[in-house]
């Protein structure tokens, strides 16, 4: 079994900060791209950013310049650093990765999720 936990979230003003952290647990797990979704109320889920082993990063449009996705293979861990965050920033963000337990088939697996509010 697979499980991304995710922690960080929480009620912030907007201008503020937060970090989310995701850490994936699972035995013989060989993991690809790690990445965060967040799903608004009433809006389909969306990709924020995601980073590969590489260290290649893709970020939302929406996000650039003021989100810093990062990781640490060692430990199957994903932070996303948020600043400047606005009301707009304001959603369930999910932690997800595309990984396969030793030579069996890649997949996604996906975190509980942890809630950001951005005040106005």
């Known amino acids: 079994q ?3 936990v995710e922690s960080g979230g929480g009620l912030v003003q907007a ?3 937060l970090r989310l952290s995701c850490a994936v647990a699972g035995s013989f797990l060989r993991i690809n791209v790690m990445g965060w979704y967040r799903q608004a109320p009433g809006k389909e889920r969306e ?3 995601d ?13 650039k310049g003021r989100f810093t996705i990062s990781r640490i293979d060692g430990k199957n861990t994903v932070y996303m650093q948020m600043n400047n965050l ?12 595309y990984a396969r337990i030793l030579q069996g088939p890649l ?3 996906w975190g509980q999720g942890t809630q950001v509010t951005v005040s106005s």
């Open 86 to 97: 606005e009301a707009e920033d304001t959603g369930v963000y999910y932690c997800k990765t």
């Open 15 to 17: 201008g503020g900060s």
């Open 51 to 63: 980073i590969t082993t590489a260290g290649d990063t893709n970020y939302a449009e929406s996000v």
């Open 47 to 49: 990709l924020v950013a």
């Open 2 to 4: 697979v499980h991304p």
């Open 107 to 109: 997949r996604d697996y």
